[in-house]
């Protein structure tokens, strides 16, 4: 059992995107605690299969908290996955939520070498369209399908890091898609003044990116599981305890 407070989100429509491994697949498994029944949890990937399978594991707690889990395998760096997901997502807001939740999860870490190595557009475009632009365009799709109404809350995490303020040498891909979404939310939420909108940074967490950061540099850091920290993330939005368009780190909690 998750160790979370006696509050929830009430009845919830919650979408999280990368939801297959890692972290998003961490938060999938915790945030069912915090939901009502009549909730619905829509999990976003690339990978059907990993997604089916997430799905079983979770289908003895969700059956037995009233929760239904969909899942939708879709390319969200592609204008066809983002549409694919939206309208899974417009299928299920037309039940009635005290709460939508978002969770903006989906990244890559892309090429880490020089900048001077990145002369190709296409590469960079690539990179740039599934970790910045798919958020952008799949979060104002998602707030048209579920707009403002008396008695709703609507929340939306962006999955930060803290090299969207600290440049580091040879990860110019990964720093400038983190920093674009941070300021990508913090226009929402000067835009948006009844959303709750917060950036979080995890922290370095035991996943495949940690495995691909130690491929490409050689370099391994202490790493804490990614139930810890998704703890802390689901706890953050319980409380709603933040300014609209912070960002927050792990390590100041």
């Given at each position: 059992?998750?160790?979370?407070?006696?509050?929830?989100?009430g009845?919830?429509?919650?979408?999280?995107?990368?939801?297959?491994?890692?972290?998003?697949?961490?938060?999938?498994?915790?945030?069912?605690?915090?939901?009502?029944?009549?909730?619905?949890?829509?999990?976003?990937?690339?990978?059907?299969?990993?997604?089916?399978?997430?799905?079983?594991?979770?289908e003895?707690?969700?059956?037995?908290?009233?929760?239904?889990?969909?899942?939708?395998?879709?390319?969200?760096?592609?204008?066809?996955?983002?549409?694919?997901?939206?309208?899974?997502?417009?299928q299920?807001?037309?039940?009635?939520?005290?709460?939508?939740?978002?969770?903006?999860?989906?990244?890559?870490?892309?090429?880490?070498?020089?900048?001077?190595?990145?002369?190709?557009?296409?590469?960079?475009?690539?990179?740039?369209?599934?970790?910045?632009?798919?958020?952008l365009?799949?979060?104002?799709?998602?707030?048209?399908?579920?707009?403002?109404?008396?008695?709703?809350?609507?929340?939306?995490?962006?999955?930060?890091?803290?090299?969207?303020?600290?440049?580091?040498?040879?990860?110019?891909?990964?720093?400038?898609?983190?920093?674009?979404?941070?300021?990508?939310?913090?226009?929402?939420a000067?835009?948006?003044?009844?959303?709750?909108?917060?950036?979080?940074?995890?922290?370095?967490?035991?996943?495949?990116?940690?495995?691909?950061?130690?491929?490409?540099?050689?370099?391994?850091?202490?790493?804490?599981?990614?139930?810890?920290?998704?703890?802390?993330?689901?706890?953050?939005?319980?409380?709603?305890?933040?300014?609209?368009?912070?960002?927050?780190?792990?390590?100041?909690?």
């Amino acid at each position: 059992m998750c160790d979370f407070s006696s509050k929830t989100l009430g009845r919830c429509l919650c979408i999280i995107t990368g939801a297959s491994k890692g972290f998003g697949r961490s938060l999938a498994q915790q945030v069912p605690y915090i939901l009502q029944a009549g909730s619905v949890v829509l999990l976003v990937a690339r990978s059907g299969l990993l997604l089916e399978e997430l799905k079983t594991d979770l289908e003895n707690l969700t059956v037995h908290l009233g929760l239904v889990v969909n899942c939708v395998s879709a390319d969200l760096g592609t204008a066809e996955g983002v549409a694919k997901t939206l309208e899974a997502v417009r299928q299920d807001a037309v039940n009635d939520y005290d709460h939508m939740l978002l969770i903006n999860n989906a990244a890559s870490l892309g090429a880490i070498s020089q900048f001077c190595s990145f002369t190709d557009p296409a590469q960079v475009n690539a990179y740039i369209s599934f970790n910045v632009s798919s958020a952008l365009a799949l979060t104002a799709g998602v707030l048209q399908a579920l707009p403002q109404r008396p008695g709703r809350k609507r929340t939306v995490v962006n999955v930060s890091s803290v090299f969207a303020h600290k440049p580091l040498p040879r990860w110019v891909l990964y720093c400038t898609a983190k920093a674009a979404r941070d300021m990508m939310f913090k226009v929402l939420a000067e835009e948006e003044t009844d959303l709750k909108v917060l950036s979080y940074s995890p922290g370095p967490m035991d996943t495949e990116m940690q495995e691909e950061i130690f491929r490409q540099m050689g370099v391994r850091h202490e790493l804490m599981p990614c139930q810890k920290s998704g703890a802390k993330l689901l706890n953050l939005v319980l409380d709603g305890d933040f300014p609209s368009g912070a960002h927050i780190d792990f390590f100041d909690l």
